[in-house]
């Protein structure tokens, strides 16, 4: 017997509307209705049992039966800074990322970045993170912001007890990732990379150079490989 499907919702009452797109994949896609059983989640890192108790146009209603503390959510606090990929390169890595457990994933625009970026791309990223959070058991979607320029973003990682700047500059690394221990913020470059300028830069900010080895890995390969790297170490993999 498969799992319960699993919704976020803004709010939890003891009876609770599913509505929009959850309400649309709910019920058209998974065909859902009165008394089968779901989750129900609202971010708070809580898990909600539910059933559905009655259909109405647009809704679903669900009574929320019991609650319970969500158990595949990260203890040390991961966020991923990721240069804006072409295609649907960036999707690919927000979907991963989310899979691994980061906490929040910011895309960012720097000298070499090239690809185009709109509000309907943003939400869509958004969306990707919901789904995949959904999927991988989590109980919290990480946050997903976009950050117009690099030094925005470096920025933004003020609380993070290690900032690790992935750069083909650095030829070995001036963080020992085998010691690794508390809240990490990660960056990696979009497919053109970073200038010696922005290194420079992330280096005053605090964030040592990592190398991710001799050979030259695509954008999106780079920030997968180095989130599953540093979520291992950390112990969350493991």
Same mark, same amino acid.
């Given at each position: 017997?498969?799992?319960?499907?699993?919704? &976020?919702?803004?709010?939890?009452? +003891?009876?609770?509307?599913?509505?929009? @797109?959850?309400? %649309?994949?709910?019920?058209?896609?998974?065909?859902?209705?009165?008394?089968?059983?779901?989750?129900?989640?609202?971010?708070?890192?809580?898990?909600?049992?539910?059933?559905?108790? +009655?259909?109405?146009?647009?809704?679903?209603?669900?009574?929320?039966?019991?609650?319970?503390?969500?158990?595949?959510? !990260?203890?040390?606090?991961?966020?991923?800074?990721?240069?804006?990929?072409?295609?649907?390169?960036?999707? #690919?890595?927000?979907?991963?990322?989310?899979? #691994?457990?980061?906490?929040?994933?910011?895309?960012?625009? %720097?000298?070499?970045?090239?690809?185009?970026?709109?509000?309907?791309?943003?939400? +869509?990223?958004? *969306?990707?993170?919901?789904?995949?959070? *959904?999927?991988?058991?989590? !109980?919290?979607?990480?946050?997903? !912001?976009?950050?117009?320029? #690099?030094?925005?973003? #470096?920025?933004?990682?003020?609380?993070? @007890?290690?900032?690790?700047?992935?750069?083909?500059?650095?030829?070995?690394?001036?963080?020992?990732?085998?010691?690794?221990?508390? %809240?990490?913020?990660?960056?990696?470059? %979009?497919?053109?990379?970073?200038?010696?300028?922005? &290194?420079? *830069?992330?280096?005053?900010?605090? &964030?040592?150079? /990592?190398?991710?080895? +001799?050979?030259?890995?695509?954008?999106?390969?780079?920030?997968?490989?180095?989130?599953?790297? /540093?979520?291992?170490?950390?112990?969350?993999?493991?």
């Amino acid at each position: 017997m498969s799992a319960p499907k699993r919704f &976020f919702v803004d709010k939890i009452e +003891r009876e609770t509307l599913l509505t929009g @797109e959850e309400y %649309s994949h709910a019920k058209n896609v998974l065909r859902l209705g009165e008394g089968d059983e779901i989750v129900l989640l609202d971010g708070s890192g809580k898990e909600y049992d539910a059933i559905v108790c +009655r259909s109405m146009k647009g809704a679903l209603a669900c009574n929320v039966l019991g609650e319970r503390a969500g158990d595949k959510e !990260s203890k040390t606090p991961v966020k991923l800074l990721v240069g804006l990929l072409k295609g649907d390169k960036t999707e #690919l890595v927000v979907q991963k990322a989310t899979e #691994l457990g980061v906490c929040e994933i910011g895309i960012f625009s %720097s000298r070499y970045s090239a690809a185009y970026i709109n509000d309907n791309k943003i939400e +869509r990223f958004r *969306k990707v993170a919901k789904e995949a959070a *959904k999927q991988c058991l989590r !109980s919290r979607v990480p946050q997903v !912001s976009y950050h117009e320029t #690099l030094a925005d973003a #470096l920025n933004s990682c003020g609380g993070y @007890e290690n900032k690790l700047f992935a750069c083909e500059f650095a030829n070995e690394s001036e963080a020992d990732l085998r010691t690794l221990k508390g %809240s990490a913020a990660l960056v990696v470059g %979009s497919e053109g990379g970073f200038t010696e300028e922005e &290194f420079a *830069k992330a280096r005053a900010l605090g &964030f040592a150079g /990592v190398s991710l080895g +001799r050979r030259i890995l695509r954008a999106e390969t780079a920030a997968i490989a180095f989130t599953g790297i /540093v979520t291992y170490l950390l112990g969350d993999l493991g």
